[in-house]
C-alpha cells in the first residue's frame, strides 16, 4: 500500500515538475509611478537574457502597456528558474496631464500620455486578476511607502495568495529608507536594491528563485 | 439610449450590462455615448424601433422590461402609481413576468453576476405575495429605495415607456415587504388608511426619485461634462476629470471582468470583450 502511495508521489511530482518546466511562472512587477519597475525589468532581463524590456525615464508613466519578456532563465546556486517577467504600468489613483507638463511636454502630449496612462493603470489591473502567477512588487525607499496605492495593491496580492517580494530601490540615493518600507509591510521580506547601479542584485535573483522557482 | 455600437448603430440603455460582452447584433466592442437629450432629438427613433419589432422576442425582451428606473427618474410614473386598478395590476404582472424571465435569461447565460440573481428572486418572491390594495399604495414608496438596494440602475437594461410605468407601479413593491418583513423605511406605515398613503405616496414620490437622479439619464444639456457624468457614473473605475485628468478606481478596474482598454473624450470607448475572446477560440 505504501510503496503505492510513494510511487503515486513521485509520478504527481515528476508531472508536476514537467508543468512547471513546460509553462513558466508568469511575474509580474508592480509598483507605483516611477519606483524602477522598468529598470529593474531590464536589469534583469539584460542580465539573463541580453535584451532589455523597455525604455527608462525619469518622467512618470514611461511605461503605459505592460512588456513582457518571456522565458527569462535565472540561475542560482546551481538551480534554474524559468520565469516571464511582466514590467507593468505604474498603478496610481489619479492621473493629471499637468504634472507632464513640467517634464517640457506640450499640452496635447501629455494629455494623450495621461490617457495611456489611465489605460495602462487598468491594463495592470486586468493583469493582476487574471494573468500574473507572482509579484514583485517594487518600491521607490526615498518616497512614504504608506499610500492607498500600495495598501491596496498588496492587500489584492495577498487576498489572491501570490507570493510577492517586496524590493526597496533607489538605495543609491541619500533620502533611502529601507527601514520605512519594512515598517510598512512587516508581513513580507523587504529586499533593499539599486536597480540603476545594479546593487544587491545578487539577492533579488536568489529571492526570485527562491519565492518564483 | 445613451449607448451605441459604432459598427451597427443599435443602441442600448444607459446602465446596460448587453453590450459588455460585445454588441449582441454584430459583436462590435466599439461604442459611443449619447446622451438622453440626443436621442429624444432624433425624434424617439430608438424608442419606437424597439416598440415596433417585437418581433425579435428574446433578444429584445432584455431591452424592455425592467426600464423602469429611467422614467420614475423623469417623474412620469407618480400619477399612474396613485391610481392602483384591476387592469393594471395584470399588465404589471405581466411586466413583471417579462421582468423576471431576463433576469432568468442573464442568469442563464451566463452574463450576469450575483446581484441578478438576487433580483431574480427577490421578483419570484414578489410575485407570491398576496397583492391588496391596501398594501399596493404604501408600498410604493420603499419600491424605490428596494429596488436601489437588491440592483442598481446600472443593471436594469433600457426599455419603453409604457413598460416602464407598469413595471414600476406593480410587483417590485412587494419585493421589499417580503425581504425585509418591513414596511417602508419613512416609518409611514399606514396600510389601514389606503387613500391617505396614496397621496401621500405621490408627495413622498419625487424624494426617491431625487435619490436617483444621480444616475438617471438627464434631459438637459448634452454638453461634454454631462457626458462625462454619465460616463462616471457609469464606470465608476475611471472618472474623468477634465481631458487629461483621469481619477481610478482601482477596486472596480481589479474586479471587473471586462476592462475599458481605450478611453476618447468624446464619449467614445473601447472595451475588451471576454466572451468574444472565448468565442473565437471555440
Known amino acids: ?213 | 439610449m445613451p449607448h451605441q455600437c459604432t459598427s451597427c448603430g443599435r443602441t442600448f440603455a444607459d446602465g446596460s450590462k448587453e453590450m459588455l460582452s460585445g454588441c449582441p447584433d454584430c459583436g462590435g466592442n466599439k461604442f459611443q455615448f449619447k446622451p438622453a437629450e440626443a436621442v429624444d432629438r432624433e425624434g424617439s427613433g430608438a424608442g419606437g424601433r424597439s416598440g415596433g419589432s417585437g418581433a425579435s422576442t428574446q433578444k429584445k425582451r432584455p431591452a424592455d422590461a425592467p426600464e423602469t428606473e429611467g422614467d420614475r427618474g423623469r417623474g412620469t410614473t407618480g400619477a399612474t402609481r396613485a391610481t392602483p386598478d384591476a387592469n393594471k395590476k395584470s399588465a404589471d404582472q405581466s411586466a413583471v413576468d417579462r421582468a423576471a424571465a431576463t433576469v432568468r435569461d442573464w442568469v442563464g447565460s451566463g452574463g450576469e453576476s450575483g446581484t441578478a440573481t438576487e433580483t431574480a428572486k427577490s421578483s419570484t418572491e414578489a410575485r407570491s405575495q398576496p397583492d391588496d390594495d391596501s398594501t399596493v399604495a404604501p408600498e410604493d414608496s420603499a419600491q424605490a429605495s428596494a429596488r436601489r438596494d437588491v440592483v442598481s440602475r446600472e443593471e436594469l437594461p433600457e426599455d419603453p415607456p409604457e413598460n416602464a410605468v407598469q413595471a414600476s407601479t406593480g410587483e417590485p413593491t412587494t419585493a421589499r415587504t417580503s425581504t425585509d418583513g418591513q414596511t417602508p423605511t419613512e416609518g409611514e406605515s399606514a396600510p389601514d388608511a389606503p387613500g391617505d398613503a396614496a397621496t401621500r405616496d405621490e408627495s413622498r414620490q419625487p424624494a426617491p426619485a431625487d435619490d436617483n437622479v444621480v444616475d438617471a439619464p438627464d434631459d438637459e444639456n448634452p454638453g461634454l461634462e454631462d457626458l462625462r457624468e454619465e460616463l462616471n457614473s457609469q464606470f465608476e473605475s475611471i472618472r474623468i476629470e477634465s481631458p487629461g485628468q483621469y481619477e481610478l478606481n482601482l477596486m472596480e478596474l481589479y474586479e471587473r471582468e471586462e476592462y475599458i482598454i481605450s478611453l476618447q473624450e468624446d464619449g467614445k470607448y473601447v472595451i475588451e470583450v471576454p466572451d468574444a475572446w472565448d468565442a473565437a477560440d471555440r
Not at chain 1, 125 to 143: A, F, N, P
Request: glycine letters at 6%.
Open chain 1, 1 to 213: 500500500m505504501g510503496l503505492f502511495t510513494n510511487l503515486k508521489d513521485s509520478v504527481s511530482r515528476v508531472t508536476d515538475k514537467l508543468f512547471s518546466a513546460q509553462e513558466p511562472k508568469r511575474i509580474g512587477i508592480y509598483g507605483p509611478p516611477n519606483a524602477g519597475k522598468t529598470t529593474l525589468a531590464n536589469r534583469i532581463a539584460r542580465d539573463w537574457t541580453g535584451d532589455a524590456v523597455g525604455p527608462e525615464s525619469h518622467i512618470p508613466h514611461e511605461t503605459r502597456r505592460a512588456r513582457r519578456k518571456e522565458d527569462v532563465e535565472i540561475e542560482r546556486n546551481g538551480k534554474t528558474v524559468t520565469i516571464d517577467i511582466v514590467d507593468t504600468p505604474g498603478v496610481t489613483t489619479k492621473v493629471d496631464y499637468e504634472e507632464f507638463l513640467d517634464h517640457d511636454m506640450e499640452k496635447d502630449d501629455a494629455v494623450r500620455r495621461s490617457r495611456e496612462a489611465t489605460e495602462g493603470v487598468a491594463e495592470a489591473m486586468h493583469w493582476l486578476r487574471e494573468d500574473v502567477d507572482g509579484v514583485i512588487y517594487v518600491l521607490d525607499s526615498t518616497t512614504d511607502p504608506f499610500t492607498q496605492v500600495n495598501t491596496m495593491l498588496i492587500g489584492i496580492i495577498e487576498s489572491q495568495d501570490l507570493p510577492v517580494l517586496i524590493l526597496a530601490n533607489k538605495t543609491d540615493l541619500e533620502e533611502s529608507s529601507v527601514q520605512r518600507i519594512q515598517n510598512a509591510f512587516p508581513q513580507h521580506e523587504t529586499i533593499p536594491l539599486s536597480a540603476l547601479e545594479g546593487d544587491n542584485m545578487d539577492e533579488v535573483y536568489e529571492k526570485i528563485a527562491e519565492y518564483f522557482g
